[in-house]
């Protein structure tokens, strides 16, 4: 696209399954090295989206690029661009950590990919698992392991459908710090997510898509002038059964790097 | 554009023959099944049915083959079903390889595994007495049938695996193909056979391929049967192939 700063550029984007309209006129963008969220209930067209931008699917009408390509034009072009995790693991169960990732290491034609596996293994901290069938891991793990796939080749936009979606509150904020490095090094990172705290904790940008079109997008600060202003109450603040649960199970895990 | 067909593909087939070795049930199976068949008709059936041989497995051993390749193609519909079912096949797409490689990954998949089911088939035949004078020419020439007709049937049962809807349906297709041995040259001379049944049994697929391999192991001149058994093994190759292929674009979009 003409902008250099911009690593997802999404115009006017309809698009509807038989007669049924999903998407009706979808326009955001996404600056690069940002972490941009997409919001919005079950059924919303999150997901429809990243299909489309990921080209797995075709949209009916509008103009898309992702790193510059065209993404109806060039679907080459941009599937070397990215990288996409999507909303169930997209991982093979019947190989272990290492052979998914080599796997995908030598269909990216990296060199090295044993070593680019074993690099990924220790980051993720699953090494001890790496020689392990899939089927055998947690869910934190076959999502840790999912992501680590996503990242061979560092691809310059990654796209996570739902990233923490049935993942216990260890695993997801396991999820969460990984894609923080992820932005940290210059990575653009677009993520849709039903989960509002999600998006706040991580998110430089939220687009909330509401039946079919983006109803409000910016960044949380811009978001949160739309409401009314913030009163001031003294309201005691009980622990969260969240934090209850990470003091006591004690949060002792291998922290991704 | 440049892709790596063949690295993508090598690496897809890498991928889909340790689903094969990690679950040998599979393997089991194919190759009992016909085994099972071919110790029924020598030992049980064979007395009876006069074939015009004096070894009867001589005889069987081509439409067990068959049978063998027939039943062993089920998997490949049943594993691209569960490909097409899981995150895995959204992650290949979303990837820049070739996408043919992804189905080209189980084809030749199928091939291996039914390569390994034939040989276990052959030794186990030798065991019950299947002699052949054949020299290398000619067993090579029933490898290339084999080799055809597996290719023939898996492209069928790749177009059932993007089709099915469900697991079950997935297999299915592979019943009515595993029932033509029985209506063929097969198991019994096919003039034995009343009028309309005979001339179904002489005029499809399975029985030219039967003969011409059954004429190769005997050193007999093949004669046009072997053009006849070619053209059903490439014609049924060639139009499955293509209506896969174009179903698969369709499918990814």
């Known amino acids: 696209m003409e902008d250099e700063n911009v690593a997802i550029h999404v115009h006017g984007l309809h698009t509807s399954f038989k007669d049924l309209q999903v998407l ?98 220790d980051r993720f901290g699953l090494s001890d698992a790496a020689g392990r069938r899939v089927s055998t891991y947690s869910g934190g793990m076959r999502r840790r392991l999912d992501i680590a796939m996503s990242l061979i080749g560092n691809p310059r936009v990654i796209f996570l459908d739902e990233p923490t ?3 216990d509150p260890e695993g997801r904020i396991e999820v969460w710090q990984v894609i923080q490095s992820l932005a940290d090094r210059g990575t653009t990172v677009l993520l849709t997510t039903q989960h509002l705290e999600e998006a706040e ?28 202003p913030v009163k001031v109450e003294y309201v005691e603040r009980q622990p969260t059964l969240e934090e209850i649960f990470l003091a006591i199970v004690g949060n002792n895990k291998k922290e991704p790097r | ?59 069987l051993l081509p439409g067990i083959l068959l049978i063998a390749i027939a039943s062993g193609i089920a998997y490949t519909s049943y594993r691209l079903f569960l490909d097409l079912q899981s995150g895995i096949f959204e992650r290949f797409h979303s990837m820049p390889i070739a996408r043919s490689s992804v189905l080209w990954g189980h084809v030749l998949t199928s091939l291996v595994s039914n390569a390994i089911s034939v040989t276990v088939i052959v030794l186990v035949a030798l065991v019950m007495g299947f002699r052949s004078s054949a020299g290398v020419l000619a067993w090579l020439g029933v490898a290339g049938i084999l080799v055809l007709f597996t290719l023939a049937l898996t492209w069928i049962a790749v177009i059932a695996g993007l089709s099915a809807k469900s697991t079950d349906g997935a297999g299915a297709f592979a019943y009515p ?15 034995t056979m009343p009028g309309p049944v005979r001339a179904f049994a002489e005029n499809q697929p399975v029985t030219s391929i039967v003969n011409s391999i059954r004429a190769l192991f005997e050193q007999q001149p093949v004669g046009g049967q072997i053009w006849t058994a070619l053209a059903w093994c490439v014609g049924v190759m060639v139009i499955a192939s293509a209506l896969a292929m174009l179903i698969y674009r369709r499918k990814i979009a």
């Open chain 1, 201 to 228: 904790k991580l998110a430089d940008r939220i687009a909330i898509l509401h039946e079919g079109t983006i109803i409000v997008s910016g960044t949380l600060e811009e978001l949160r002038k739309l409401l009314p």
């Open chain 1, 165 to 167: 979606t049935g993942l």
């Open chain 2, 177 to 191: 193909i595993l029932f033509l041995p029985f209506v063929s040259s097969a198991f019994v001379p096919t003039a």
């Open chain 1, 24 to 121: 009706k006129g979808v326009d955001f963008e996404v600056a690069r090295g940002s972490i941009f969220a997409l919001l919005g209930s079950n059924g919303a067209g999150k997901t429809t989206i990243v299909r489309i931008l990921t080209t797995l699917l075709k949209p009916d009408a509008g103009t898309m690029h992702v790193n510059g390509f065209d993404v109806v034009l060039q679907p080459s072009r941009v599937r070397e661009s990215i990288s996409l995790t999507g909303q169930f693991a997209a991982v093979d169960e019947v190989l272990t950590g290492r052979e998914n990732l080599v796997m995908i290491a030598e269909l990216r034609h990296v060199k090295g990919a044993g070593e680019v596996a074993d690099d990924l293994l």
């Open chain 2, 1 to 59: 554009m440049k892709t790596h067909f063949f690295s993508d593909t090598w690496v897809m087939l890498e991928r889909s023959l340790r689903h094969v070795f990690r679950s040998v049930d599979t393997i089991i199976t194919v190759t009992i099944m016909p085994i099972a068949f071919m110790l029924l008709f020598v030992y049980v059936f064979g007395g009876a049915i006069h074939a015009g041989t004096d070894r009867y497995v001589n005889y």
